[in-house]
């Protein structure tokens, strides 16, 4: 398309009819409630008016603002020029003089022409450019999805190069063989079942979807009840007609196929399953879909494909895995396919003399009743070469974990490059024999390649022990050197039977205690020590060291960042301790009565820096409410103002038991005596923390901050500080 040519066509001016439907079509302010909100809406029933005229084979569509239109005016806003042999479109901007390549809904309209615009036009130039177009949709959206169309068309020729090469390789793959429609229905899925009519002495003939005919009842069925069929002899479900409801569908199942192909094999992945209507059970629709295919070459070198969205284009065949994202197109495959499946058996034996003759696939999968997954079995076999000589020297529980975790095992093999399995697996002929003989796994193993290693034999005895009891060799790694296998068995079993816990909660104590006493600058190397006599009770002892040694190094550090703190609680002594005969308000003697009282009360005055900033700026202080009867045991702890305003009172895990209402009654006789003793100075840091406060308060409110763990799980935080908040009097 030339666009000079383009410009010397004929004009399409807004004919008379088209000016007065836009007069007459006066804008309208409408209300528009929504979930959140209600807002005042301009409109109109149409928003864009069309022309459309055939030239010289070129569609020329003119476009109208309805605003102009409305002022009599004639001219369009946009023409835009289809050529149907070109496959091409080009729009003119009748306002700014210049051509565009955007579609119609990406061009710059008015803010009330939306994003499905209803436009106007001459039914019969609109019929017109349908026909021209080929399309079953008239005037705008005609165009519109034409151009959608082209645009569509340009992407996938701008992919071409990525596609044709997956195509190109995937021709090769042969196709199904003529039995697979049959084989799917009647071997790969599994469920069957005998529908029957409801007689009030019991069916005595039922449908069996498998032999599909009428088959003979020996005795009354139930429904969803399993059985055989006394034909076929099939495993079966009883389903009374009646309710079925209006259809029935089996569990959809993987099944396998692997073809050879010239450049080695293709493992084929489908997805299958059956329904039956209750209006005709007798003849159920089937469905078998291929997703997954990996192509494997004289290498075993592996190429996957998946079917999927390929670019918000279209679904075909897509090199390389899909991306694993619930939100995603191809978010079907996070809970889809890569599981066993029943295996396409025919042509098993020719695989197995050709392309699979170096693999044990053919006897693993007959192994497994045809019932597997090959390409699992593919991938196991590239991170753990020797899986195949594990499992048929008959190490099954090795060959297990191998199949669970390849990646883990393949960490075990020795010498992955070795020919022999003893000395791939680290070990000699003896070790294997063991192995077997206990059917071990890899904990086992480890247990033999440690004995081959250090050259320190173990008996049967102590290496079942070890063995049942899931030790590893390294989670002994903090003792060896200092105890040998036999002297730990001893000494585990003798601790674990005096402290009565299992072996393994004793092993956790050992590791413990020895890492806190060598963090204390104890000698570890001291056989009292390392082989202490009471375990339990010097683990205990250490702890109770190390919580005081971490409180101290704590209480160092905040006073680091806030040097005034201990400063600060020991000035305001005098001025805010009170006792009467059930309660006493204690004045801590600095930060590390702070943090031993957080520590003891489990809230969470500790770990916050925003208390401390508190202190130091005379914004708040903290307290301790005691029983007087028990001065020295925490109770409640106190956030309050210099005024004596009490924001908080919290004791155990941040919690208000029902005693605090009589010790609110304390409070307040308390804030009655502190008033007395309050400074001018003490009442204007009073009046800036309440500012502070209440700013704080406000934040929180606007940042609707909600409680996600404890007792007040689901209540705002500023709604909790509010209740808790006992101002003091003026």
Partial sequence: MKKKQLLQMRRLYATSKMVRVAQQDIPQKVTVRTYWNSYQEVRRKYQIYLRCRVEGGILKAALYYPDNLRADGRMPSYEVYIDRDARRFITYDCINKKWLDSKLDRLEWPHYVPASPR??????????AAEYLGSEKMGYEAILDYQLEI???????????????????????????????????????????????????????????????????????????????????HKITYKSVGRMGW???????????????????????????????????????VYCTEHWRVIYDNKMDARTYYWGNYKQLCTRWIGGLPNYSWMGPNSIYCTHGNQPGRVYGRNLPYLAKGVLKSTGLVEW?????????????????????????????????????????????????????????????????????????????????????????????????????????????????????????????HYLERQASTAHETVRETLTTWQDYLSMAQRLGIDTNDEIVYRAKLLRRRHDELVLRCKQADNEQQARDVLKTFPTVDKICQSIKDKYEYANDQFTIVVPNGALDIIVEGEMLCHCLRGSDRYW??????????????????????????????????????????????DIEDAKKFLVEWQGVLANRLTKNDRMKAENSKVLREQEFEQMRRDNI?????????????????????????
Wanted: charged content about 30%.
């Fill in 613 to 658: 900033d508190r202190i130091e700026k005379h914004e708040s202080y903290i307290l301790f409410l005691r029983k007087t009867s028990a001065v020295n045991m925490p109770y409640y702890t106190l956030e309050v103002e210099p005024d004596g305003t009490v924001r908080q009172k919290r004791t155990k895990f941040d919690r208000q038991e029902a």
């Fill in 119 to 128: 436009a106007w036009a001459i039914p019969a130039e609109a019929k017109a």
């Fill in 365 to 489: 999968i007959r192994a497994h009743g045809f019932v597997e997954n090959p390409d699992t079995y593919l991938s196991v076999l590239r991170n753990v070469p020797q899986f195949e000589r594990i499992w048929k020297a008959g190490l099954t529980r090795l060959a297990e974990e191998c199949w669970r975790s390849p990646r883990d095992m393949a960490k075990l093999i020795a010498n992955p490059q070795s020919t022999s399995l003893t000395k791939a697996l680290g070990i000699d002929k003896q070790g294997l024999g063991r192995l077997r003989w206990l059917n071990g796994d890899s904990l086992l193993l480890r247990w033999l390649q440690w004995e081959k290693e250090n050259g320190k034999p173990l008996s049967d005895e102590v290496l079942k022990w070890f063995y049942s009891r899931e030790i590893e060799p390294s989670h002994l790694s903090f003792i060896w050197g200092k105890m040998n296998p036999i002297q730990i068995y």
């Fill in 247 to 285: 259809r029935l569908d089996t569990k959809e199942v993987c099944v396998y196929l692997l073809q050879a192909r010239p450049d080695g094999f293709v493992v084929r992945e489908f997805w299958a399953g059956r329904r039956h209507l209750k209006e005709n059970y007798k003849r159920p629709e």
């Fill in 151 to 233: 645009r569509k068309e340009e992407r996938i020729r701008r992919h071409k190069q990525e596609t044709s090469k997956w195509d190109t390789d995937l021709a090769l793959t042969p196709p199904l063989p003529k039995d697979w429609a049959r084989w799917v229905d009647k071997v790969g899925i599994p469920e069957n079942y005998i529908f029957y009519e409801y007689q009030k002495r019991g069916a005595k003939s039922g449908y069996c979807s498998y032999c599909e005919k009428e088959v003979p009842l020996k005795s009354k069925p139930h429904n969803n009840e399993e059985g055989r069929c006394p034909i076929c002899r």
């Fill in 706 to 730: 909600i409680i996600h763990t404890g007792e007040l799980y689901g209540q705002r935080l500023v709604d909790v500080l509010t209740a808790d908040l006992m101002e003091a009097a003026a």
